[in-house]
């Protein structure tokens, strides 16, 4: 199917919007599916008597594994193929296995079940930011990127939230008889229930039109592998300096997110029920003001001609992170833990859209899904699949106790934040010397 091209005028500013808004709820539906599980580590736990690790096992290896083996080729596609039916693909593919996890009765069942969220999910990001790159110029890119990485946050805490109060409705280790299933769990039925809505919003993603391709190389055809890995090559510090940066980054996050409800009951005795509405609410309000405000930060640095003002932004917070990240799980009370985990939700959300866009800006349109693909092949084996599995290799045989939780998060975030910082201070230097060499670089006049 041919796909059309320009180099003119960019698509008008509420159907640019619309897809951002649209991309958006589709990574919002993602993060409750990924996110659901965090909510539910104990009740799973303690249902399929298994351990942290088997859990981290769960929650990122089962997942990462067919998300990167996914990733690349659908991204390969996405650089010549309609994005916006392959983000619906993807929508419709995750959502049907959340709601199968709903069905598993063992550890081995509900991994396989985990395998198809990430390959579903592995679909959605690449393809989505190529099509902001092109519905967006370069000076709103970051602010768009923002309203999308809103969604981890939108998503996130809808997991928690609905997550607690189905808990409060259905206790997740009580017994109910579902009709057609029979006899199931409180955790089943949370599965059940937050799988089911992506498989609408599949079909109204094919209300957003697929815009036209601009940009340099837009002309040209997905270019072969050899030609990509030469372009990542001349600016290899900007390519990996950013995507190690986020992916340390990241590791921080999906570590500490993956455990924080279980940290929470563990050392302040608080309930599921408890734990979604407080963290639920920290994570919507604190997550959504960062990725807005840092996105539309990082726009207004562009917009002023200011090189690396996508990249001035994200440093802020990955400097701020640290001392937040480490401290936490050191809190004497609920209240104190709770109110600098919102510090760190609005903090890691603020680095967001400046970071993804400057990958964008210093790539060609037809490698922009490809690399798109691996930076979240980074992100993801790193941050996604490492930082859960960190904290429960810290916790079972470093410490050899559960309780030892608090430990644990902050032994890895001393390490892994400061990282972060390092990688991208590289990146940076890279990503300035990118956007002086390209000519595609120049900013609306």
Same mark, same amino acid.
Do not use: C
């Given at each position: 199917m041919a796909e059309s091209t320009t180099t003119g005028t960019w698509p008008p500013a509420r159907q640019a919007w619309f897809a951002a808004f649209m991309l958006a709820a589709a990574n919002t539906f993602a993060f409750v599916d990924r996110q659901a599980l965090a909510l539910l580590v104990q009740p799973i736990k303690e249902d399929l008597q298994v351990s942290d690790t088997a859990m981290s096992l769960l929650y990122g290896l089962s997942f990462t594994m067919f998300y990167v083996l996914v990733g690349i080729p659908v991204a390969r596609l996405a650089d010549r193929a309609n994005r916006r039916n392959i983000v619906a693909a993807a929508i419709f593919i995750w959502s049907l296995a959340t709601a199968l996890c709903g069905l598993a009765r063992s550890f081995g069942m509900l991994f396989i079940a985990r395998i198809g969220v990430g390959a579903g999910e592995g679909g959605l990001s690449p393809a989505a930011y190529s099509i902001l790159s092109d519905y967006f110029p370069k000076h709103r890119l970051p602010a768009a990127m923002g309203v999308y990485q809103m969604g981890i946050y939108v998503g996130g805490a809808a997991a928690l939230l609905l997550g607690g109060l189905l808990a409060t409705v259905v206790p997740p280790s009580s017994i109910v008889n579902v009709p057609l299933i029979g006899e199931t769990k409180g955790w089943h039925i949370a +599965?059940?229930?937050?799988?089911?809505? =992506?498989?609408?919003?599949? /079909? &109204?993603?094919?209300?957003?039109? %697929?815009?036209?391709?601009? =940009?340099e190389g837009v002309h040209a055809p997905s270019?072969? +592998?050899?030609?990509? +890995? /030469?372009?990542? /090559?001349?600016?290899?510090?900007?390519?990996? =300096? $950013?995507?190690? =940066?986020?992916a340390l980054m990241i590791l921080v996050g999906n570590a500490t997110g993956a455990w924080i409800p279980a940290f929470l009951e563990r050392k302040f005795g608080l309930t599921t029920a408890q734990i979604g509405g407080l963290y639920g609410t920290i994570t919507a309000v604190c997550g959504v003001s960062g990725t807005l405000i840092g996105g539309f930060a990082a726009s207004a640095l562009r917009r002023r001609g200011i090189a690396r003002g996508n990249l001035y932004a994200a440093l802020f917070g990955f400097i701020s992170l640290i001392p937040v990240t480490i401290l936490f799980p050191q809190m004497p009370t609920a209240a104190l833990s709770l109110a600098l $985990?919102?510090?760190? !939700?609005?903090?890691?959300?603020? !680095? +967001?859209?400046?970071?993804? /866009?400057? &990958?964008? %800006? $210093?790539?060609p349109n037809r490698m922009r899904a490809s690399v798109s693909a691996g930076y979240m092949l980074i992100v993801n084996l790193i941050g996604a699949a490492g930082g859960p599995f960190a904290i429960a290799l810290v916790t079972d045989y470093w410490y050899g106790d559960p309780q030892a939780l608090p430990a644990a998060i902050t032994l890895v975030c001393a390490i892994a934040s400061p990282l972060s910082v390092a990688a991208l201070l590289l990146g940076m230097r890279g990503y300035g010397r990118a956007i002086a060499a390209s000519a595609d670089a120049v900013l609306p006049a």
């Open positions: +599965f059940l229930m937050l799988g089911l809505p =992506g498989l609408l919003l599949s /079909a &109204l993603m094919l209300l957003v039109p %697929e815009p036209p391709r601009r =940009g270019p072969p +592998f050899p030609v990509l +890995f /030469a372009h990542i /090559a001349r600016h290899w510090q900007a390519y990996v =300096g $950013i995507s190690l =940066g986020f $985990i919102g510090a760190m !939700n609005f903090l890691a959300g603020f !680095n +967001f859209g400046g970071g993804l /866009a400057a &990958l964008q %800006e $210093i790539t």
